[in-house]
C-alpha cells in the first residue's frame, strides 16, 4: 500500500500510515480466528436519524458506556463504529486484565498528587477488575478466563530491588500484599523465561479473550435496546441549536449528546478541540503455533500465566489455553507495511532469544495497533472544551481493558449530569491538554523510547 494512498474515510491520527488508520484493513489476529458467532443487529447506519446520546468508537469505553445507558438508564443511545466490531484495539489486545491505566505507578501518583489520590486511583484499578467480571457474569460472558495474578518480571538483577519497593509502597498505602518471588519460586509455579532475576505477583488480574469479551459486551448492549452501528464511521460533527449532527457515509445522527470513545484512533480531523490531546502509540504482538506438552515441558512454562517485565518498552507474555505462547511488546513509530514485517521479524528474534528451547516455534499470527497516551500519563474522562454536552473517555496507556470497561461505565452517568458513587478518582479529570507542537509527537516518542531502551538496557 502506497504512502500516497487516500482513504475513503481516513481515522485516527495522521502521525501514522494510512495502512494502520483504516478500517477496511483487517487484523489478522488470533482472537479473530477464535472469537466465537460475530455480533448480530449492528447493520451500518443507512438514514438519518435521532438518539438522546451517540457514542463515537465501539470498543470497551463506548459498548460499556451504550449497556449502562440502554439498561440502567433506559436511554436511547447510537453506537457509530468505523470498522466491524472489534476492529480497534479491543479486539486485537494482549488479553491482560490488570490494574492498569495509567503510565505512573502509585509512588509517583503519591508524590504528585498526595496520599489519598494514590489510594483512590489504585481502588478504581480494583474496581475496574472487578467490573469486568461482573459485567461477564450479569451477561453471560464466556471471557475464556485463566491465570490468577500478573507476574512482573525483574529482566535485569538491579530491577530486584525496585519491585521490593513497589511492593512494600503497596503495603503501606493499602496494606496489600503483593508477594515477591526468587527465580526458583518462579520456575516452580512453571513460568521459566530467559531473564528473570526474580518477579513480584500482582493478584486481582487474569487472562480473558479480548474479543469474546468485546462482542458479549456488544449483544448485550444490542439486548437492552442500545443501536449499534458497524462500519460506520463518522465523518463530521456539527453542533448548533442544543444537537448534535454527526454524519456518516450512509445516514446522520442528530443526537443531544455525545460520547468519544476513540482512544489510540481518535480523529483528530472531526473537531479542533480533539486534535493533539493523545499521542498513539505502537504495540505489536505475535502469537505461536500450539506448543506440545513435551516442548512446554523443555521451556518450563506450563503455567497459563500473565507476565510482564520491568522493561519500560516491556515485553508481555502468556500462555493461552490451547498451548501458544502470546508474545508483544511496544515500540516502533512507522506504520506502514514493511515496518510491520520489520517489527514481526524483530519480535520474533525477541521470542528466540527468551525462549531458547522453543526457538524452532514460529508465529502463527502477527498483528499490531494503537494504545493511548496522555500527556500527564493519566486516564481521563472529561467534558470538551466545545461543543456542548460532549464527552470523552480515553488514555490507557496500553493498559486499558478493565480501565476503558470502567471509564465507560462511569461515562455513561456523566454524560447525563448523574454522580456515581465512588466517584473516579480527581486526578483523571484533569484537563486534557494538548501536547505542545502535536505534529511533533512521534519526535518526542523517538527520543522518549531512545531513553527507554538505553534505561533498559543499562540498569
Ligand atoms: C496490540 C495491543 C495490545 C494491548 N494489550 C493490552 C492488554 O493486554 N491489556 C490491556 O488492559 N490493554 C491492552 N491494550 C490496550 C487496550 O486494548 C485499550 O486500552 C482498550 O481496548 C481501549 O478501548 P477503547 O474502547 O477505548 O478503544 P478501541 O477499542 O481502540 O476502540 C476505539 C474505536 O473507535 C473507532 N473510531 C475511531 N474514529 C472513529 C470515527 N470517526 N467514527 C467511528 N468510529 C471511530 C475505531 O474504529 C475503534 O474501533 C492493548 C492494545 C493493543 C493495540
Not at 464527552?391 to 454524560?415: E, K, P, Q, R
Amino acid at each position: 500500500m502506497s504512502r500516497s494512498r487516500r482513504l475513503e474515510f481516513p481515522i485516527g491520527s495522521p502521525l501514522y500510515h494510512t495502512a494502520l488508520n483504516d478500517p477496511a484493513n483487517p487484523p489478522a489476529t488470533y482472537w479473530h480466528a477464535t472469537g466465537g458467532p460475530v455480533p448480530v443487529a449492528v447493520d451500518p447506519l443507512r438514514r438519518e436519524v435521532t438518539a438522546e446520546v451517540a457514542v463515537i468508537g465501539g470498543g470497551y469505553t463506548g459498548l460499556v458506556a451504550a449497556l449502562r445507558l440502554a439498561r440502567q438508564f433506559d436511554v436511547e443511545v447510537r453506537v457509530l463504529e468505523a470498522g466491524p466490531i472489534g476492529w480497534g484495539a479491543s479486539g486485537r489486545n494482549g488479553g491482560f486484565c490488570t490494574l492498569g491505566g495509567t503510565a505512573r505507578d502509585w509512588a509517583e501518583i503519591d508524590r504528585r498528587f498526595g496520599v489519598a489520590e494514590a489510594r483512590a486511583v489504585f481502588a478504581a484499578q480494583r474496581r475496574s477488575v472487578e467490573l469486568v467480571r461482573e459485567l461477564a457474569a450479569a451477561h453471560r460472558i464466556d471471557l475464556r478466563a485463566t491465570g490468577a495474578g500478573e507476574y512482573v518480571v525483574a529482566h535485569k538483577p538491579s530491577r530486584v530491588d525496585g519491585l521490593a519497593r513497589e511492593a512494600a509502597f503497596v503495603a503501606e498505602l493499602v496494606g496489600e500484599r503483593f508477594e515477591l518471588l526468587t527465580p526458583d519460586e518462579l520456575r516452580a509455579r512453571g513460568i521459566a523465561l530467559a531473564e528473570a532475576y526474580g518477579a513480584l505477583h500482582i493478584p486481582h488480574a487474569f487472562g480473558l479473550h479480548p474479543l469474546r469479551y468485546l462482542r458479549g459486551l456488544c449483544r448485550a448492549a444490542v439486548e437492552h435496546g442500545a443501536r449499534v452501528h458497524e462500519r460506520t464511521p463518522v465523518v463530521s460533527w456539527e453542533y448548533a441549536g442544543g444537537w448534535h449532527r454527526l454524519t456518516t457515509p450512509g445516514g446522520a445522527v442528530r443526537a443531544r449528546r455525545v460520547l468519544v470513545a476513540t482512544n489510540g484512533w481518535t480523529p483528530e480531523g472531526l473537531r479542533p478541540e480533539l486534535a493533539g490531546r493523545v499521542l498513539p502509540v505502537l504495540s505489536s504482538i505475535l502469537v505461536t503455533r500450539p506448543l506440545t506438552p513435551g516442548e512446554r515441558e523443555a521451556q518450563g512454562w506450563v503455567q497459563p500465566a500473565l507476565v510482564a517485565d520491568t522493561r519500560e518498552l516491556l515485553f508481555y507474555i502468556r500462555l493461552l489455553e490451547d498451548g501458544r505462547i502470546l508474545f508483544g511488546a511496544r515500540g516502533g513509530t512507522r506504520g506502514d507495511e514493511s515496518a510491520f514485517a520489520r517489527r514481526m521479524a524483530w519480535l520474533e528474534a525477541r521470542f528466540r532469544e527468551r525462549f531458547p528451547a522453543l526457538a524452532h516455534v514460529r508465529a502463527e499470527f502477527g498483528w499490531w495497533g494503537l494504545v493511548a497516551f496522555a500527556r500527564d500519563r493519566l486516564p481521563h474522562l472529561v467534558r470538551l472544551e466545545s461543543p456542548p454536552a460532549s464527552l470523552v473517555a480515553l488514555a490507557y496507556h496500553g493498559s486499558g481493558i478493565a480501565m476503558a470497561t470502567l471509564l465507560g461505565w462511569h461515562a455513561a452517568a456523566d454524560i447525563l449530569g448523574r454522580e456515581d458513587e465512588p466517584p473516579l478518582p480527581a486526578c483523571f479529570r484533569r484537563p486534557l491538554r494538548r501536547f505542545p507542537l502535536p505534529a511533533l509527537r512521534l519526535h518526542y516518542l523517538r527520543a522518549a523510547m531512545a531513553l527507554a531502551a538505553a534505561r533498559d538496557a543499562w540498569w
